[in-house]
């Protein structure tokens, strides 16, 4: 079916569609390794363009494509068959602040860091924080469940959205989820929404928990000589009943690749621990940080250095914060890719996963990083290779199987808060597949039509390398 | 379609099959106000058993009602249509309790001070607290995402489920969810199970997150002269950021009850407040309910008395305990029911609320004591009346319709805890009006028989009073 531009303009305006080349190259990939072309791309402006959109995509069968900042590692957002790009950075609202509620509402497009920044003067904050905080929208963490470096303590977005408004595939507007912290009404569609990547229903409003701003925070690192000796330190600290705000581990790559672009002279170790904790309380906060600096102590922790000093913490999280873009740094030629970017495990399994994942990646002839939200049993790595080369996404296309397989033997799932897209399907589809009917039924009851960002979850291709444009050049 | 018994005791054993009235009166009743008999009540003792019966139930389209201890108050567990009562109570094993994972993993049948006995010596509990833990099931806390008095810190039982293996209405076997605090591997259909009443699934075993037992605790009281002031002070301390373990209200009719009942000698006040910080420093559970002390006292409040002693905190905590046992002591003739039981509403609309109800009581000449866990916006009401006279309940019958309203009017949603059932039936699907066809299409794919739990939620009556059998005695 060929798409009608006119048709498109008539329903948000001649400025709010695209459809010549330049844009729909810049439209085509996200922070994956993926890129395929989408048809147009739409820019509503309000609820009732939305629902006129999909009316038209519904009928005319032609998959719709929701996106935020395109800040996805998954290609969540990469439209492997075409058809319409919805960018819903235009509906960027905020709709009310009730701090006496403790909620607020925003349109879908409202930028995470922005959001913040108006809640600021209320004293609350909203706490999900992924590292792109910056340029990310409400909506797109909604479709993956965002979380970041504090949901060891305040949980992932899912977690704070307790209702939305959506349009559904046919165009229907519904209202899912209440007002309220606690809700025993039924069916919590609100929160099957969360994580659902823009196949169930596009969110064109979002009714979120805020949490007040903690007024004392301190932060401190430790270096470790093993990865055993750091993993046991987070179980302990969690098992100990402690709540840090942030609780995050490096691996010796991470430590390299910092070190390299950086130049901040951290320890040669095999990990080094970030942890931070905040409230309201100042001696609550020294006295968890001092049974931290203990369990340090007890795990064999060197180097231990604790502030509540703001240079000082800025210093201290500045290995961490620079980690992303650091690692195309950690050698000449070789590049970051978004491959089994993250995982999620249980925690006791934390060292012996980024132990596997360095063996894994040596077998297969590429170098992977390790580190991320181990508090919360969350790992993020990235693969870095030679994108040019053929028989590196070779390797690396073994070493994302291998990762994944163990992952799944130790009992954690494929995804802890990148969200699956296709870059993860053959993954997430071992690791379901006794529940990948149940999806499908879900998905086909709400999406007959199958025109919500089709190719994704279960229903994504069995091979992401092959089944998949590349937006990279490789020579064979 | 009449049930082959014979089948049913080659599938589970002569021992766990009963037909015999005195059981079916037995099974025909939870805590509602309801009634209805089933035709067979069956006890599957593991996964297997479960899945036979739903194959043969499946096949020959018999309603199948799975039940905890049926102390739910909204009639989830009353079989409308008859069918197999699935008694869960067999599949009682604590499978694992993992403190390095921060996890644990049940069968349906372990009972809520059961589970938390179990823990201890660990260091650990499951948080969720409803008031009927002595006897109730994690199985029935799922159906019903359950969370009494720790809800304000602590949330629902929603929050602590992150897995669970589930036999669908065809008897397919499937694993949700994960064994991590942080998962974003799809649909999260774990999620979607809890609060939906057995009408997806049989849950046949829970993950659940379990959380460190704290070291200190402290409690305290005060009185308030209006509503309004007891109401500004609840919101006041969320707003401030302090999470209390504990935020409870009682109002006029509460407090005379209990004093009738226990001989307390509480003060003739609009309205008491109870609340409990609890942590692993004193200072700072100290610090809070110092705080919590000086909001009390800018609204007004009156006897503020706080203590960490064991011995006063449960005399404190005394009538606020025993408030539902008293309530049939409120008056002479006058019994409790669960109707309009529950309900939560936006934290800032409490103590319009609640002085909405004791309006809409008098009016329908019917008494409503309001109480609950304020801290998290839920309130819980008893309508007591005397249940042998018809224009009593049709009196009930009015108020509870004009609660619903109130509560929908200021943004609440029908029910915190106790789930919909069919109680709440008519003002839940007011409510969600706009969703009921998505939670029709999704129970449709799920269940196409409609085997499982059947008139209930989105399919329950239009009127709770005329459609169904009530467990009292009317007299015209």
Redesign the interface.
Known sequence: MKIDVKKLKEIVGEDNVRDNIADLYVYSSDASVHSSKPDAIVRPGNVKEVQELLRYANKNKIPVIPRGAGSGMSGQTVPLSGGIILDMKRMDKIIEI??????CKVEPGVINDELNMQLKPY?FFFPPTPASGKICTIGGMIG????GIR??KY??T??AVIGMKVV?ANG?????G????????????A??M????GT?GIVVEATLLI?????FRAMGVANFATLEDAGKMI?NV?????TPSMLELMDKVAITAVNNAQNLGLPDVDAIAVFECN???K??VE??MKRIKEICKRNNGTGIRVSDDPDEMTRIYEGRKKLFPSLSKYSEGLFTTALAD?M??????IADTVHEIHEIAKRNNVVMSAYG?CG???IHTKILMDTNKKSQWQGAKRAVKEVYEYVQKV??????????GFSKGPS?KQ??K??L???R??K???DPNNILNPHK??DSPDDWLTATHLRYQVKP
Chains 1, 2 share one sequence.
């Open positions: 009730r701090p006496e509620d403790v909620i004293g993956n469940n965002a979380s949901s060891v949980g992932a899912r977690d559904l229907d507007f519904v209202t899912l209440s007002n309220t912290k606690v809700d025993s009404s039924g069916y919590q569609l929160k099957l969360v994580g659902s990547e169930l949490s007040p701003l903690p007024k179980s969690i098992a100990a009943g402690i409230g309201m309380v001696e609550a006295y968890d993250d999620a495990v249980p925690m006791s399994k939200h919360a049993g969350l009992g954690g799932t494929t995804s802890g808060e990148h969200g699956i997430f690791e379901k006794d529940s009917e149940m999806m039924a879900i086909k009851a709400l979850l279960m």
